[in-house]
C-alpha cells in the first residue's frame, strides 16, 4: 500500500525536526534546472549534505559545483570525461565515477531527495533507480513519465517513493489539487507561454533557425526544452506528464496560452470555482517548492508586481501551426508505446534541428511520421520502454535522413 502524501509529509516533517541536515542528490546538476537547484542549496549551506551530483560532459562546471557543495560522490555520464574530472576534483576526498551505471549508482546512493533533471529519456533509468528504493523525487524529467508513465507511476507506488513535480505547470496544479476528493475536480487548465513564435505564420516558421527558436520570451532553459517550447511540444509532453502524475484522462485537461506565464495552471473544481498558482517566471521557485516540501523554504525569485505587468491575456492554442498538440494528444489516446515513440522521435528530430539538418517544422513531421511507421504494441516492462525507445529513434534517423536530403 502506498503512502498517502499527509503519511508522507509526518514522516518528512519528522526527519527535519530532528535538525539533520537532508541528504540530497542532483541528478544533472549541470543543466539549467541543475543549476537553479543548486543555486538554492548553496544559499542555506547548513541545511542539506549533497549525496551526489551527476553530469554529463561539462567537467569544470561539474568540478565547481562540487567544491561548492562537497557531495560524497561525483558522475559523469561520458565516459571519455573521467580522466579530466577526477584530476579537476583531485585531492577533495570526493568519489569520482563515469558511465550510465555509475549515474545510475548516483541515484541508489542514500538521499532522502533527488532531483530528477536529466533531459530526455536518457534520464529514465536514473530516476527509476531513485523511485525503487522509495526516495521523494523531485521530477523536471518530463520525458521519463511520458515515454513510461504507468511503469514509472507503478514502480513509485509499489515502493512507497513520493514524486513532487518541478514542472512549473505541475507544481502549480499540486498546489492546488485538493488529492483527498480528486473526484471534485473537472477539469485541469496547463497554461503555456506559446513560445517564440506564438504570431508566425506558417511561412515564417518554416525558416526558422535553431538560435530564433532557442529563444524563448520568457523563461531561460535547456535547448531541448526550448525547441520544445516553440513546436509547442512541450506542452503535448506536459498534457502527458499530467495524466500520469493527477491521474486525470486526456479530455479533461485544457491547454490555454497565457503569453505572460503568470498564471502557471490552474485546476477547476465541480462547483466552478478555479485555483490558480501565480509567481514570475523563475524555476526556483517550482524547485524551492519540492525542496522544502512539505514546507515552504524562502526562493529568491522575482517577486510577481501585478500592476506592472496590468493585463494578464488567454488565447487558444493554434492547432495548425501547432501539430504536436494534436500528436500528443492522439499519443495519449492510443497509450501502450506511442508516447514512448513520439518521445523517442522527437528528441532525434529536435536534435537534428539544432544540428542545422532538418528545418523547424519537420520536426513535428518527423513525430508524424515515425508514428505511422512504427506499429504500437503494449509495455509490461522497463525493458519493453527501452526496446520501443531503440525503435522509435531508428525510424525517425531515417525518417529524417529522407528530410534532410530533399
Ligand atoms: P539541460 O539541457 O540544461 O540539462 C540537462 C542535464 O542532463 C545536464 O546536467 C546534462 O549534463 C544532463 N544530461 C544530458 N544528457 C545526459 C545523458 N545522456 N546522461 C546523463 N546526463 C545527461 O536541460 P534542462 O533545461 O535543465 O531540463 C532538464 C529537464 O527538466 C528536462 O526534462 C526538461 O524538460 C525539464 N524542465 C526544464 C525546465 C527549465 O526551465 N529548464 C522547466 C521544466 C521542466
Ligand atoms: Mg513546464
Redesign the pocket.
Known sequence: MALTFSEVEASVLAVAGEDEPRAVTI??????????TVDLLAREPGRWRVEAL?????VSLLAEQARLLKPRFVAI??ESCFAALREALEGTGIEVAAG?AA?IEAACRPADWVMA????A??LE?TLAAARRGAVVAL?????LVCAGELMMAEMNAHGATLLP???EHSAIFQVFDFSQAEKVERIVLTASGGPFRQSSLTEMARMTPSQAVAHPN????????I?SATMM?KG?ELIEAHHIFAVPEEKIDILVHPQSVIHSMVSYVDGSVLAQLGTPD?RT?IAYALGWPQRMTAPSPRLDLAAIASLTFEQPDPERFPALRLARQALRAGGAVPTLLNAANEVAVQSFLAGEIGFLDIARTVEETLSAVANTSLTSIEDVLDRDRAGREAAVRIVAGLSGR
Not at 523536471?140 to 521519463?144: F, S, T, V
Not at 523563461?219 to 526550448?226: R, V
Open positions: 541528478l544533472g546538476s549541470t543543466g539549467s534546472i541543475g543549476c537553479n551527476t553530469g554529463n560532459r561539462n555520464a561520458d550510465r549515474v533533471a536529466i533531459v530526455g536518457a534520464g536514473p523536471a524529467n518530463k520525458e521519463c518541478v514542472d512549473s523563461w531561460e532553459m535547456g535547448a531541448k526544452i526550448s520544445d512541450n509532453l524555476m517550482p
